[in-house]
Structures are given as structure tokens and as C-alpha cells.
């Protein structure tokens, strides 16, 4: 309960910066699809830095659950400096600021997750379902919110259609730091207080399973990372505004919880490889439809993908490497998926994708990502032996 508890709030922050920051980046901040692409290039550089520090802290004090209360409480510092910041420079040395406690979040996340209910995949899946709950409640709410608040007349430039909308930063920050607060209550003892010692990371190194998955996710997330972040603009130039991106993400979030509850099932039917092979294939599906389709309401039923590459990508790539890395070593190896897969892999994304908006147009990104992630699906089957044991000690 008190992890099914952080799950839900930890996330609710991440309902609001994930579906509006692009919108509100391009609109209110004014930032050009080249500086947009850059802004979002920087989360992913910067976790490429910050993520292995968090890592081994992690995984050398034991103390995973506690570095949670202090991630926590960074998001939330972060998010107030992106409200407060005006100019590409600060906006950009803002995104830096929250990027070195968001990107590193989520994989701790999952290393306490994984290793407190190791026994109990059911389990996981459901706390994981937690997770789409408060994500989905705090970006339902925030554009009702939002509408009740009164603009001043003549408050709202040139091209902005929601001059209100830098309230989702304190509203971001104050959650965070609620879910600060929960995860002083999620225990720190047993698996989740392994310890590694001083060095022992290296064994990654010479991990070849960890290392061909790290290769796969990294090309997974140059194609299918950018054209997410840039999703606002698509929906505005398809005529929808504010209400349309939240409703588009009824769509995305609520299949996404059927399927986190039968995670499990999932999971012991694929494997883990099984589950990433359908996420990457759903990912290739989701933006070749999204470039095709010319309306707002065909748009949405094509997200229904969305839960599909969250639950197989997002979820396949983490279990395959709990399977093969040391249990010590989960926090550092997590962390390493997010440095190299989604930091690297999501930086380049992000920089393409906001080039092929300015050269392209709105569907530009789509049509690239689509593609590339279908020649990345050619590649799994030969490239990513699969699982023959529940778990490897040293590879």
C-alpha cells in the first residue's frame, strides 16, 4: 500500500508536465520548434549525467526508498524554476535543473518496486496501475481547474490559446512535494536495502544480455520518444485545443490500467522480450496512423496504442533487466536504461523531432518515428537472445 500510495502521487506531477509542457513551451513561452527541440534535447543530456550518480547512491548506501524522498523534493524545485524562468537560456538551464531529479525518478522507482514485490508480479502490476491513476487524475483535473480561474482581459498574447496555463508548474511542484512526503512511508528493509560493493557495477559491463538491450531500447527511443513530447502541437494544428490533448489522453490512460493489472498474466504468458517486440510494433503503428489520420476523433482512437508501448516498452525493457543483472545492482542497472536508452536515445529524438517539425510540418515527426521504429522491430528477433532463467546472478 504505501508504494501503490508514492505510485499514484509520485506520478500525478508527470500528468501535468508531460501532456501541456510542449504546448506551453511553443505558445506561452513562444520557443521556435528548433529551441522546443533543444529544450527537451536537455532533460535527457543532463539525466545522461545525473542518473548514474543516483544510481550507485542507491545501490551502495541501500537506501532506495529514502533517495526517493529526496527526487521527490527536486522535481518540485524544478518544476517552480521552469514557471519562473522567461527566454530560451533560462527555460533551457530550468529544464536542466528538473531533469537531474525527474529523469532519475522513475527508475529508482522501479528498482524498489521490483525488488520489494520480486516474488509477486501480480502485485506489481497492480502498484504500477497506481501510477496511470494519479498520472490521469492530475491532467483530467488541471484543464477544469484551469477554466475556473480568471484571466484579465487582454492578458492573453498573440497565439496563445490558454494564457493561464503556467499554473501547472507550482500545481506540479506542490504534488511533488506531497510525494515527498509519501515515500517516507514505503519501507526500506530486505531486498530493497541491498547493498553493492564499491566497484561492482562494473559486472554491467561484461553483462552482454544488459548491454544488447541497452543497444535496442536506445534506437527504440530515437524514433519513438520525440514525436510524444511534440504530441500538443499535432492536436493544435489539427483544430483541437486544451481539452482535446486531455481527451486525447482518455484514450491513452485508460486501457493503460487493464492492461498494468494484468501486467503479471502479461508478463509470465511473453516474457519480457515477448512484451517489448509488441511494444516497439505498437509504437511503429501508433505514429504512422497518427501522421495519416486527418481528424481530431479518428486521432484519438488511434492512441489507444499509447498503453500498449507503455506496458511493452516501458515495462518490457525494465523486467528483461531485472531478469539479467545482479539483485544488488538493480538501481544502477534501471538507471543505466534511463541514461543510455531513454537519455541518449530520447535526447536525439528530441532534436529531430523538433528539426523535422520546423522542416517538415506537424506530421514530419510522426512519419520518421513510425518508420524507424518498424526497422527496429526487424532487428529484435536476431538481436536480443531471449530470457532463459528468471534471473542471473553475474553474466
Known sequence: MPLALYWAIGMAPFGLTLPYLGLYLRENAGLSGAQLGAVFGIVPAVGILAQPIWGVLGDRSGLRARVLVLLSLGVAAGALAIGRAQGFVAIAASMALFAVFARALIPMLLSVS??????????????????TLGFGASMFAFPAALASVPIAEGAAAPGVSQPGLGLLFPTAAALAALAAGAALFVPNRGAVALRAHRGEWKVLLRNQRFGRVLALCTLSFLFINGPMEL???????????????????????????????????????????????????????????????????????????????VLGLNMGAPLYIDAVVPPQLRSTAQSLLGTVAVGIGGMGSSLLAGWLLDAGGPAAPYWVGGAGALVVLALLPRWLPPLETPRATVD
Open 231 to 309: 504530441f500538443p502541437i499535432l492536436v493544435r494544428s489539427r483544430g483541437g485545443d486544451l481539452e482535446a490533448v486531455r481527451d486525447m489522453w482518455v484514450f491513452m490512460l485508460v486501457p493503460e490500467v487493464f492492461l498494468a493489472l494484468g501486467l503479471g498474466a502479461l508478463w509470465a504468458r511473453l516474457g519480457a522480450r515477448g512484451l517489448l517486440a509488441i511494444g516497439i510494433g505498437a509504437g511503429a503503428a501508433r505514429w504512422l496512423l497518427t501522421a495519416a489520420v486527418p481528424s481530431v476523433n479518428e486521432l484519438q482512437w488511434v492512441q489507444t496504442l499509447h498503453a500498449v508501448v
Open 114 to 131: 521490483l525488488s520489494a514485490l520480486e516474488d509477486h508480479p501480480h502485485a506489481f502490476g497492480w502498484v504500477r496501475a497506481f501510477g
